[in-house]
C-alpha cells in the first residue's frame, strides 16, 4: 500500500467517525471509521516502524477530536437537529363537557371516535354498542380522558 493511499484511508476513517457521532446515528459509520483508522494505524506500523506508528495514532486519536471540537463550536449539528419546539398537549379537554351533555358523531364510533359535542370535535368512546356517523349521542361518563357516550333516539335536542 502506497503512502497517499494510506492517508486517505486515515482521513476516511477520522470523517466517518465525526460523521457517527456528529449526524449518522445508528452505528455504521462509526463501525466503518474506527476500522479504517485501525486497519490504516497498523499498516503504517507494518510499513513505517513504531515510531511512525504511534505517531500517526497520535494524530489520528487528535484529529478526532479536533473535528469533534469543530463540529460541536460550529453547531453544525444543530442543521440535523429538531429545531422546532413543540408546546401542544396530549388529551387536553375542554372543561365545558359535562355528564348529560349532547352531540352528534362525526364518524363511527367503534367503539372510539369523534364526536362534534358543543360544537368542538371530541374523541369519544361509545359503552355499548357501535355508533354510526351523524347519530345523536349523549355523555354518560367522564373518567379521566375518557368520554363515555351512548346513542340516544331522543331528537329534542337536534335544533339547538
Not at 471509521?33 to 506508528?53: C, D, K, P, R, S
Not at 471540537?69 to 444543530?78: E, I, L, R, S
Not at 361509545?126 to 357516550?149: H, L, Q
Request: charged residues 20%.
Amino acid at each position: 500500500m502506497n503512502t497517499t493511499l494510506l492517508i486517505i484511508v486515515l482521513l476516511v476513517g477520522v470523517i466517518l467517525l465525526a460523521l457517527e457521532i456528529v449526524a449518522l446515528p445508528g452505528g455504521i459509520a462509526g463501525v466503518f471509521g474506527v476500522g479504517l483508522i485501525a486497519f490504516g494505524v497498523w499498516e503504517t506500523y507494518q510499513m513505517f516502524g513504531n515510531t511512525v506508528g504511534t505517531i500517526v495514532l497520535l494524530c489520528a486519536i487528535a484529529l478526532c477530536g479536533l473535528m469533534l471540537a469543530w463540529f460541536m463550536k460550529t453547531k453544525t449539528w444543530k442543521r440535523f437537529s429538531l429545531n422546532e419546539e413543540v408546546d401542544s398537549k396530549v388529551n387536553q379537554l375542554e372543561h365545558t363537557i359535562k355528564v348529560g351533555t349532547r352531540g352528534t358523531t362525526i364518524s363511527r364510533l367503534a367503539p372510539t371516535g369523534k364526536a362534534l359535542i358543543d360544537g368542538q370535535p371530541t374523541e369519544v368512546h361509545a359503552v355499548n354498542k357501535f355508533i354510526d356517523p351523524d347519530r345523536t349521542i349523549e355523555v354518560v361518563a367522564i373518567e379521566g380522558y375518557r368520554i363515555d357516550v351512548v346513542e340516544t333516539s331522543d331528537n329534542r335536542f337536534e335544533n339547538q
